[in-house]
């Protein structure tokens, strides 16, 4: 049998028993702690629980999307297909509508999709123009098969694809 070990400036530690839970010690920001805190009144939790709650999230949020990487592009892509429906909801005169309202109005709907498709190429991990056209090349066919399929229009994808400015590249065989 082992007894606790010693860290140097920390409590004896020692391995827990099945069913019971270990210790860990984390510094924090002030910012956080309160944030922690005020959750933790809102839940009746404990300080204990709250943390080790959100910590299990974090790492299931991390597991549902695949992988970190996954996760970071698609908050990156929400977050453009956020913005731009929320700034053309102000410029056609709408500042106050809310995500569910502007999502349902086409033309907003047309310029957050289209700052998803501007996010994309942005985001292309390499700058050779030859790929970047490619990339390009491949979204208008994309776009094309969509606009042919008769699915499209049952799928909802037809008015989005009427509001895409015709491209400027080079027609690509099929």
């Not at 709650?53 to 977050?79: K, T, V, Y």
Request: glycine content about 6%.
């Amino acid at each position: 049998m082992t007894g606790p070990t010693k860290r140097a400036g920390a409590p004896p530690t020692s391995e827990p028993r099945p069913g019971q839970k270990t210790t860990l010690s984390v510094r924090a920001s002030p910012q956080l702690k309160a944030k922690i805190l005020d959750a933790m009144k809102m839940s009746g939790r404990s300080l204990s629980e709250e943390a080790e709650l959100r910590l299990d999230w974090s790492f299931a949020a991390e597991e549902e999307w695949g992988s970190a990487e996954i996760r970071r592009m698609a908050f990156i892509l929400a977050g453009a297909f956020d913005q731009w429906g929320r700034a053309a909801a102000i410029m056609n005169g709408h500042p106050d509508w809310t995500p569910a309202q502007w999502v349902a109005d086409p033309d907003c709907y047309g310029a957050a999709s289209r700052a998803v498709v501007e996010t994309l190429y942005s985001n292309l991990p390499t700058n050779d123009p030859d790929l970047r056209r490619q990339f390009l090349a491949n979204l208008i066919v994309r776009i094309e098969s969509i606009r042919q399929n008769e699915d499209g229009a049952r799928h909802g994808t037809a008015g989005f694809i009427e509001r895409i400015e015709p491209a400027k590249a080079p027609k690509v065989e099929r």
